[in-house]
C-alpha cells in the first residue's frame, strides 16, 4: 500500500468540499440539508409561538400596560369619517321602520282606510275625454315638424321660413293642451299628466328642429366629410320618418340619427320591472290618501295663518311628501323609463346620477333628471356660450326655462296662476350661490349635502304644496 502524507489528505478534503459546493449549485440542496432546514425552521416557529404565549400570558398580569400608543375615539372630527358607519346606519334604518310604523298604526286608528277606488278612476274621470283626445292629437306635430324637414331637404322651402315653421308647430304643440285644459273643468291629475306629455312632445320638436339645423349648417359649410365620420352615416339620407318616430317614443328629449342598442328584449326582466311599477304606485297612493290629504285638508293658508302653526303643518307633512317624491322619482326615472329602454332596446340609461349625494343645488339640478339636464346644456347652455354670453347669465337663463315650464306644469292643471312654482325655481339661483359658498368655504360635503336636503325637501316641497292647494280649494269656493 502506498502511504497518504498529510498533503494528500488536505487534497482529497478540499476536492471532496469543492465537489459537494458544485454539486449543490448544479442540483440544489441533498434531501439531507432540506430535512435540516425545514426541521430548523419548524424549530424556530415553535420558539415564536412559545414567545407568543408568554407574551398573551404577561398581558393577563396586572403589570401589564393597558395603554400603549396615541389614539382619538371614534367619533372626534379626527377620526370619524375614517369609521364603518354600518351599524348606526342599521340603527336608523331600523328606528326609521319602528316609527312610520306606529304612524301607521296611529293613522288608521283615527281616519280608517281612506284609500278607495274613486283615487284611480271615478265618474269624473269620464268628464276629462276632451284631454285624452287632445293627448292622442299631439301625434299631429312631430308629423308637421317631418314634411318641413323634407320641404327643406329638397330645396322647396328656405331656411328662414323652415324655422318659423318649426317655431309655429312646437308653440302650438304646447299652447293647445294649456287652451283645452283651461276650457274644461277637468280633474288636476289628468291636466298634469296632460301637460307633462305636451312638454315633452315641445321638447322633442324643438331637439329635433335644432339638431337638423345644426347638421345642415355644419355640412354647407363644407364639413360634410367629418360630419359623416363622427357620425360613422351619411346625413343626406337620414332624415326619416321612422328615426324621428322611434326618437318620440324613445326615452330621451335629444335628437340624433342613431343611438346605442342593446342585443335583445328581457322579457322576464320586464315582467318584474313592471311589477315593481304597480307596487310602489299603490303604496304612492295610499301615502298619499292615508297621509297627505288629511294633514293638508286641516291645515291653514301657510302665508295667512299662524306662523308657529304653519310651521308645524310643513314640517309634518315634509315626511310623507318625501316619501312620495321619492317613490315618483323611483317608479318613473327608475322603473318605467328602464321598462321603456329595454322594450325598445335603447342602450343609453343613465337616466338619474346619484343625486341623494349632492353638495351642491347646482349638482343636483345637474344629476337629477339627465334627459331634462342633457338637452338644457345642449340646446339652451352651449348655444349660449357660442353666442358669448357669460356662463352665469347662460345658468339663469336655464334656470328660467326651467321656471316657466314648472309653472305651466302645475298652474295650467290647478287654474291658478300665482307664480308659486316660477319663484320656487327661481329661488335656486341664489341657493346655488349660496350652497357653492358654504361647501367652498367649509370643504366639507356633509355641510352641503344637509343644507340641499333641509331647503329642497323639509322646506320647499311641503310649503308648495300648502299654497297649491288652499288656492285651489279657495278657487273652488269662489266658483261656488
Known amino acids: 500500500m502506498t502511504a497518504i502524507t498529510e498533503s494528500d489528505l488536505g487534497e ?96 288608521l286608528m283615527k281616519y280608517g282606510l281612506l284609500i278607495s277606488s274613486g283615487f284611480w278612476f271615478s265618474s269624473r274621470s269620464l268628464r276629462d275625454w276632451p284631454l285624452l283626445m287632445c293627448c292622442l292629437s299631439l301625434g299631429i306635430f312631430p308629423l308637421g315638424a317631418y314634411l318641413v324637414e323634407k320641404m327643406v331637404r329638397r330645396k322647396s322651402i328656405n331656411e328662414k321660413i323652415a324655422v318659423a315653421f318649426h317655431i309655429t308647430i312646437t308653440t302650438t304643440a304646447l299652447l293647445y293642451p294649456v287652451y283645452v285644459i283651461l276650457r274644461c273643468d277637468s280633474a288636476v291629475q289628468s291636466g298634469l299628466t296632460l301637460m307633462l306629455f305636451a312638454c315633452i312632445v315641445w321638447l322633442k320638436l324643438v331637439s329635433y328642429a335644432h339638431t337638423n339645423y345644426d347638421l345642415r349648417a355644419l355640412a354647407n359649410s363644407g364639413k360634410g366629410k367629418f360630419l359623416s365620420s363622427m357620425l360613422n352615416e351619411d346625413y343626406l339620407d337620414q332624415v326619416s320618418f321612422k328615426s324621428l318616430a322611434y326618437f318620440m317614443v324613445a326615452p330621451t328629449l335629444c335628437y340624433q340619427l342613431s343611438y346605442p342598442r342593446t342585443a335583445s328584449v328581457r ?190 325637501s323639509i322646506y320647499g316641497q311641503p310649503m308648495c304644496v300648502l299654497l297649491y292647494y288652499h288656492d285651489v280649494m279657495n278657487r273652488k269656493l269662489s266658483s261656488s
Not at 21 to 41: A, C, F, H, M, V
Not at 80 to 94: A, D, P, R, Y
Not at 432 to 455: A, E, L, P, Q
Open 267 to 456: 322579457k322576464g326582466w320586464v315582467v318584474r320591472q313592471f311589477l315593481k311599477l304597480v307596487v310602489v304606485t299603490g303604496i304612492m297612493g295610499f301615502i298619499i290618501e292615508q297621509y297627505i290629504n288629511p294633514i293638508v285638508k286641516n291645515s291653514e293658508h301657510p302665508l295667512k295663518g299662524d306662523i308657529l302653526y304653519a310651521v308645524e303643518r310643513v314640517l309634518k307633512l315634509s315626511v310623507p311628501n318625501l316619501y312620495v317624491w321619492l317613490c315618483l322619482f323611483y317608479c318613473f326615472f327608475h322603473l318605467w323609463l328602464n321598462i321603456l329602454a329595454e322594450i325598445l332596446r335603447f342602450g343609453d340609461r343613465e337616466f338619474y346620477k346619484d343625486w341623494w349625494n349632492a353638495k351642491t343645488v347646482e349638482e343636483y339640478w345637474r344629476m337629477w333628471n339627465m334627459p331634462v339636464h342633457k338637452w338644457m346644456v345642449r340646446h339652451i347652455y352651449f348655444p349660449c356660450l357660442r353666442n358669448g354670453i357669460p356662463k352665469s347669465v347662460a345658468i339663469v337663463i336655464a334656470f328660467l326655462v326651467s321656471a316657466v315650464f314648472h309653472e305651466l306644469c302645475i298652474a295650467v292643471p290647478c287654474h291658478i296662476f300665482k307664480f308659486w312654482a316660477f319663484i320656487g325655481i327661481m329661488f335656486q339661483v341664489p341657493l346655488v350661490v349660496i350652497t357653492k359658498y358654504v361647501h367652498d368655504k367649509f370643504r366639507n360635503s356633509m355641510v352641503g349635502n344637509i343644507i340641499f336636503w333641509c331647503f329642497f
Open 12 to 107: 482529497s478534503v478540499r476536492r471532496r468540499v469543492s465537489a459537494s459546493e458544485s454539486d449543490r449549485n448544479r442540483i440544489g440542496e441533498t434531501p439531507e440539508l432540506r430535512n435540516g432546514e425545514s426541521e430548523r425552521k419548524e424549530m424556530e416557529e415553535k420558539e415564536k409561538e412559545k414567545e407568543k404565549e408568554e407574551i398573551e400570558k404577561f398581558a393577563l398580569r396586572p403589570s401589564a400596560p393597558a395603554h400603549r400608543r396615541i389614539k382619538e375615539s371614534p367619533l372626534s372630527s379626527a377620526s370619524i369619517f375614517k369609521q364603518s358607519h354600518t351599524g348606526i346606519f342599521n340603527l336608523c334604518i331600523v328606528v326609521l321602520v319602528a316609527v312610520n310604523s306606529r304612524l301607521i298604526i296611529e293613522n
